[in-house]
């Protein structure tokens, strides 16, 4: 569905959720903005038991200029026989949103699908907010965000506040939403800052007494009584501020499951992947390396482990992660070659980017890819390569000129990727202009000449490389862990599927 597509409506009602949120509300502005400057009848409407109470909501409104109404009643204005509801942040007809009857309906969520799916819906449950499909949506339609302060700074206080402080984002498209709205840093502040109330802190308070603390991997877990999602976040941080606590998890019940927030201050624990970990197969989770969080379904749970409470499946659940992954190390790490065979890559065509000839040497970038962000500074001798899955690797030049001829001045991501869903792009952190790594690749194939030693893994592991020691690299049951036969410290992980469309037994490549 394209924004372009329902300007055949006139009036339009863009509705959100009951006790509508600040996601809620800045994608129903984005979408009134844009019918305004295409010259249709638009309005913003929320019903359910009460009107908005929270403080933050208010001043948002009120210095955004959003003008949104409560009703109880349906809008005179769907009576008409060409009008238009839009449900926005939830879908019509769920749990959630007043249902009101109306001639033509159109739904733009960001949750899973709960009702029939139709032509003018725009439902994308990997996106980790509502702003973020709305965001798309203008920027697909030629309408920038950035043009109307209020409406960016709307946008990404909906996107911060629905992932958490940015705790939980994920995807690559929320985090270029992020980058890119320009928003008023002050006004974000004062909502930030107007965000709990002193009935919370008693909440908060009375959590943080509740605590208990794994010293085996040095771990707390916090249960708190029903609250907003940002008190969790509250919990956590102030958890992790304890000198021998490293991971912290706090949670609560809430409508429908269970919400947490994850905090880690070690290497060895990413918190989105321990985010995601504790709701697998009942639930999401995700976010930053330090901050994340998630939600666990209460029917999946309870399907799950009928007999189990929660605050024993989140300390059992923490010590099946830790118990869970071997470490490797580069630098202490034995590959053990007896149990490898020697492979060589195929002459697969990849991308190939010569750093300096992107952003300045010495620049701090940030390299975005569908599989997470990286970190570097360029270099005058730095490749980054695009591999087979839209993923990105590095190589200095003396290794990349030995392993690799480059068979073309350009490259066709789409021809190249086994699945091109996602574009990686490339970010100045010092004034942040970003642009896409793919439009400066050229096109290169292995020569052929090197060689690596691999072995298939029977567990979990995590491996730090050399040349990024805050990081580590997943490997599971199945995938390759490898090292250059001249290198055995130039140690990695290599994905199944990529390991058998890149790789041969040496001797057996052609």
Known sequence: MRLEDLLIYNPIVIQCHNFPDADAIASAYGLYLYFLSKGKDASIIYSGKEEIQKSNLKLMCYELKIPIQYVKEAPVALNEVNSLLITVDCQYGAKNVEK???????????????????????????????????????LDAGFDANTDENLSTALYYGLYMDTKEFAEIEHPVDRDAADMLKHNTMKVLLFKNSNISLKELETAGIALLRYSYNDDYSFAVCKSNECDPNVLGIISDFLIMVDSIKICVAYCKTHGGFKYSVRSCVREVDASQLAAFLAEKMGSG???????????????????????????????KMVEYFDMYDMVYPDEYDIEIDKCQSYIKRKREIGCVKMSEVMPVGTEVNIRTIEGDMDLVTTDDLYALIGIKGEVYTNLADKFERSYEIVSDTYDFEKCVLDPIYEPSIRNMRNGDTVSLVSYAKTC???????????????????????????????????????????????YIIDRDVFNESYALAGEEN
Not at 453 to 465: E, I, M, R, T
Request: glycine content about 8%.
């Open 100 to 138: 009101f009857d109306a001639k033509n309906i159109a739904i733009i969520d960001h949750h899973r699908i709960e009702v029939e799916y139709n032509q003018n819906c725009m439902i994308v449950p990997s996106y980790g907010a509502c702003s973020t499909v709305i965001w798309k949506l203008l």
């Open 286 to 316: 995700g976010g930053h390396y330090d901050k994340a969080g998630g939600f666990i379904s209460e029917a999946l749970f309870e399907e799950k482990f009928p007999t189990l409470h929660s605050e024993g499946y989140f300390n059992n």
């Open 445 to 491: 194939v292995s020569k052929g000449t090197t060689r690596i030693f691999a072995k298939q893994l029977d567990k979990h592991v995590k491996v730090f490389s050399n040349w990024d020691t805050s990081k580590y690299w997943v490997g599971k049951p199945g995938d390759y862990i490898a090292c250059r036969t001249d290198d055995y410290h130039d140690v």
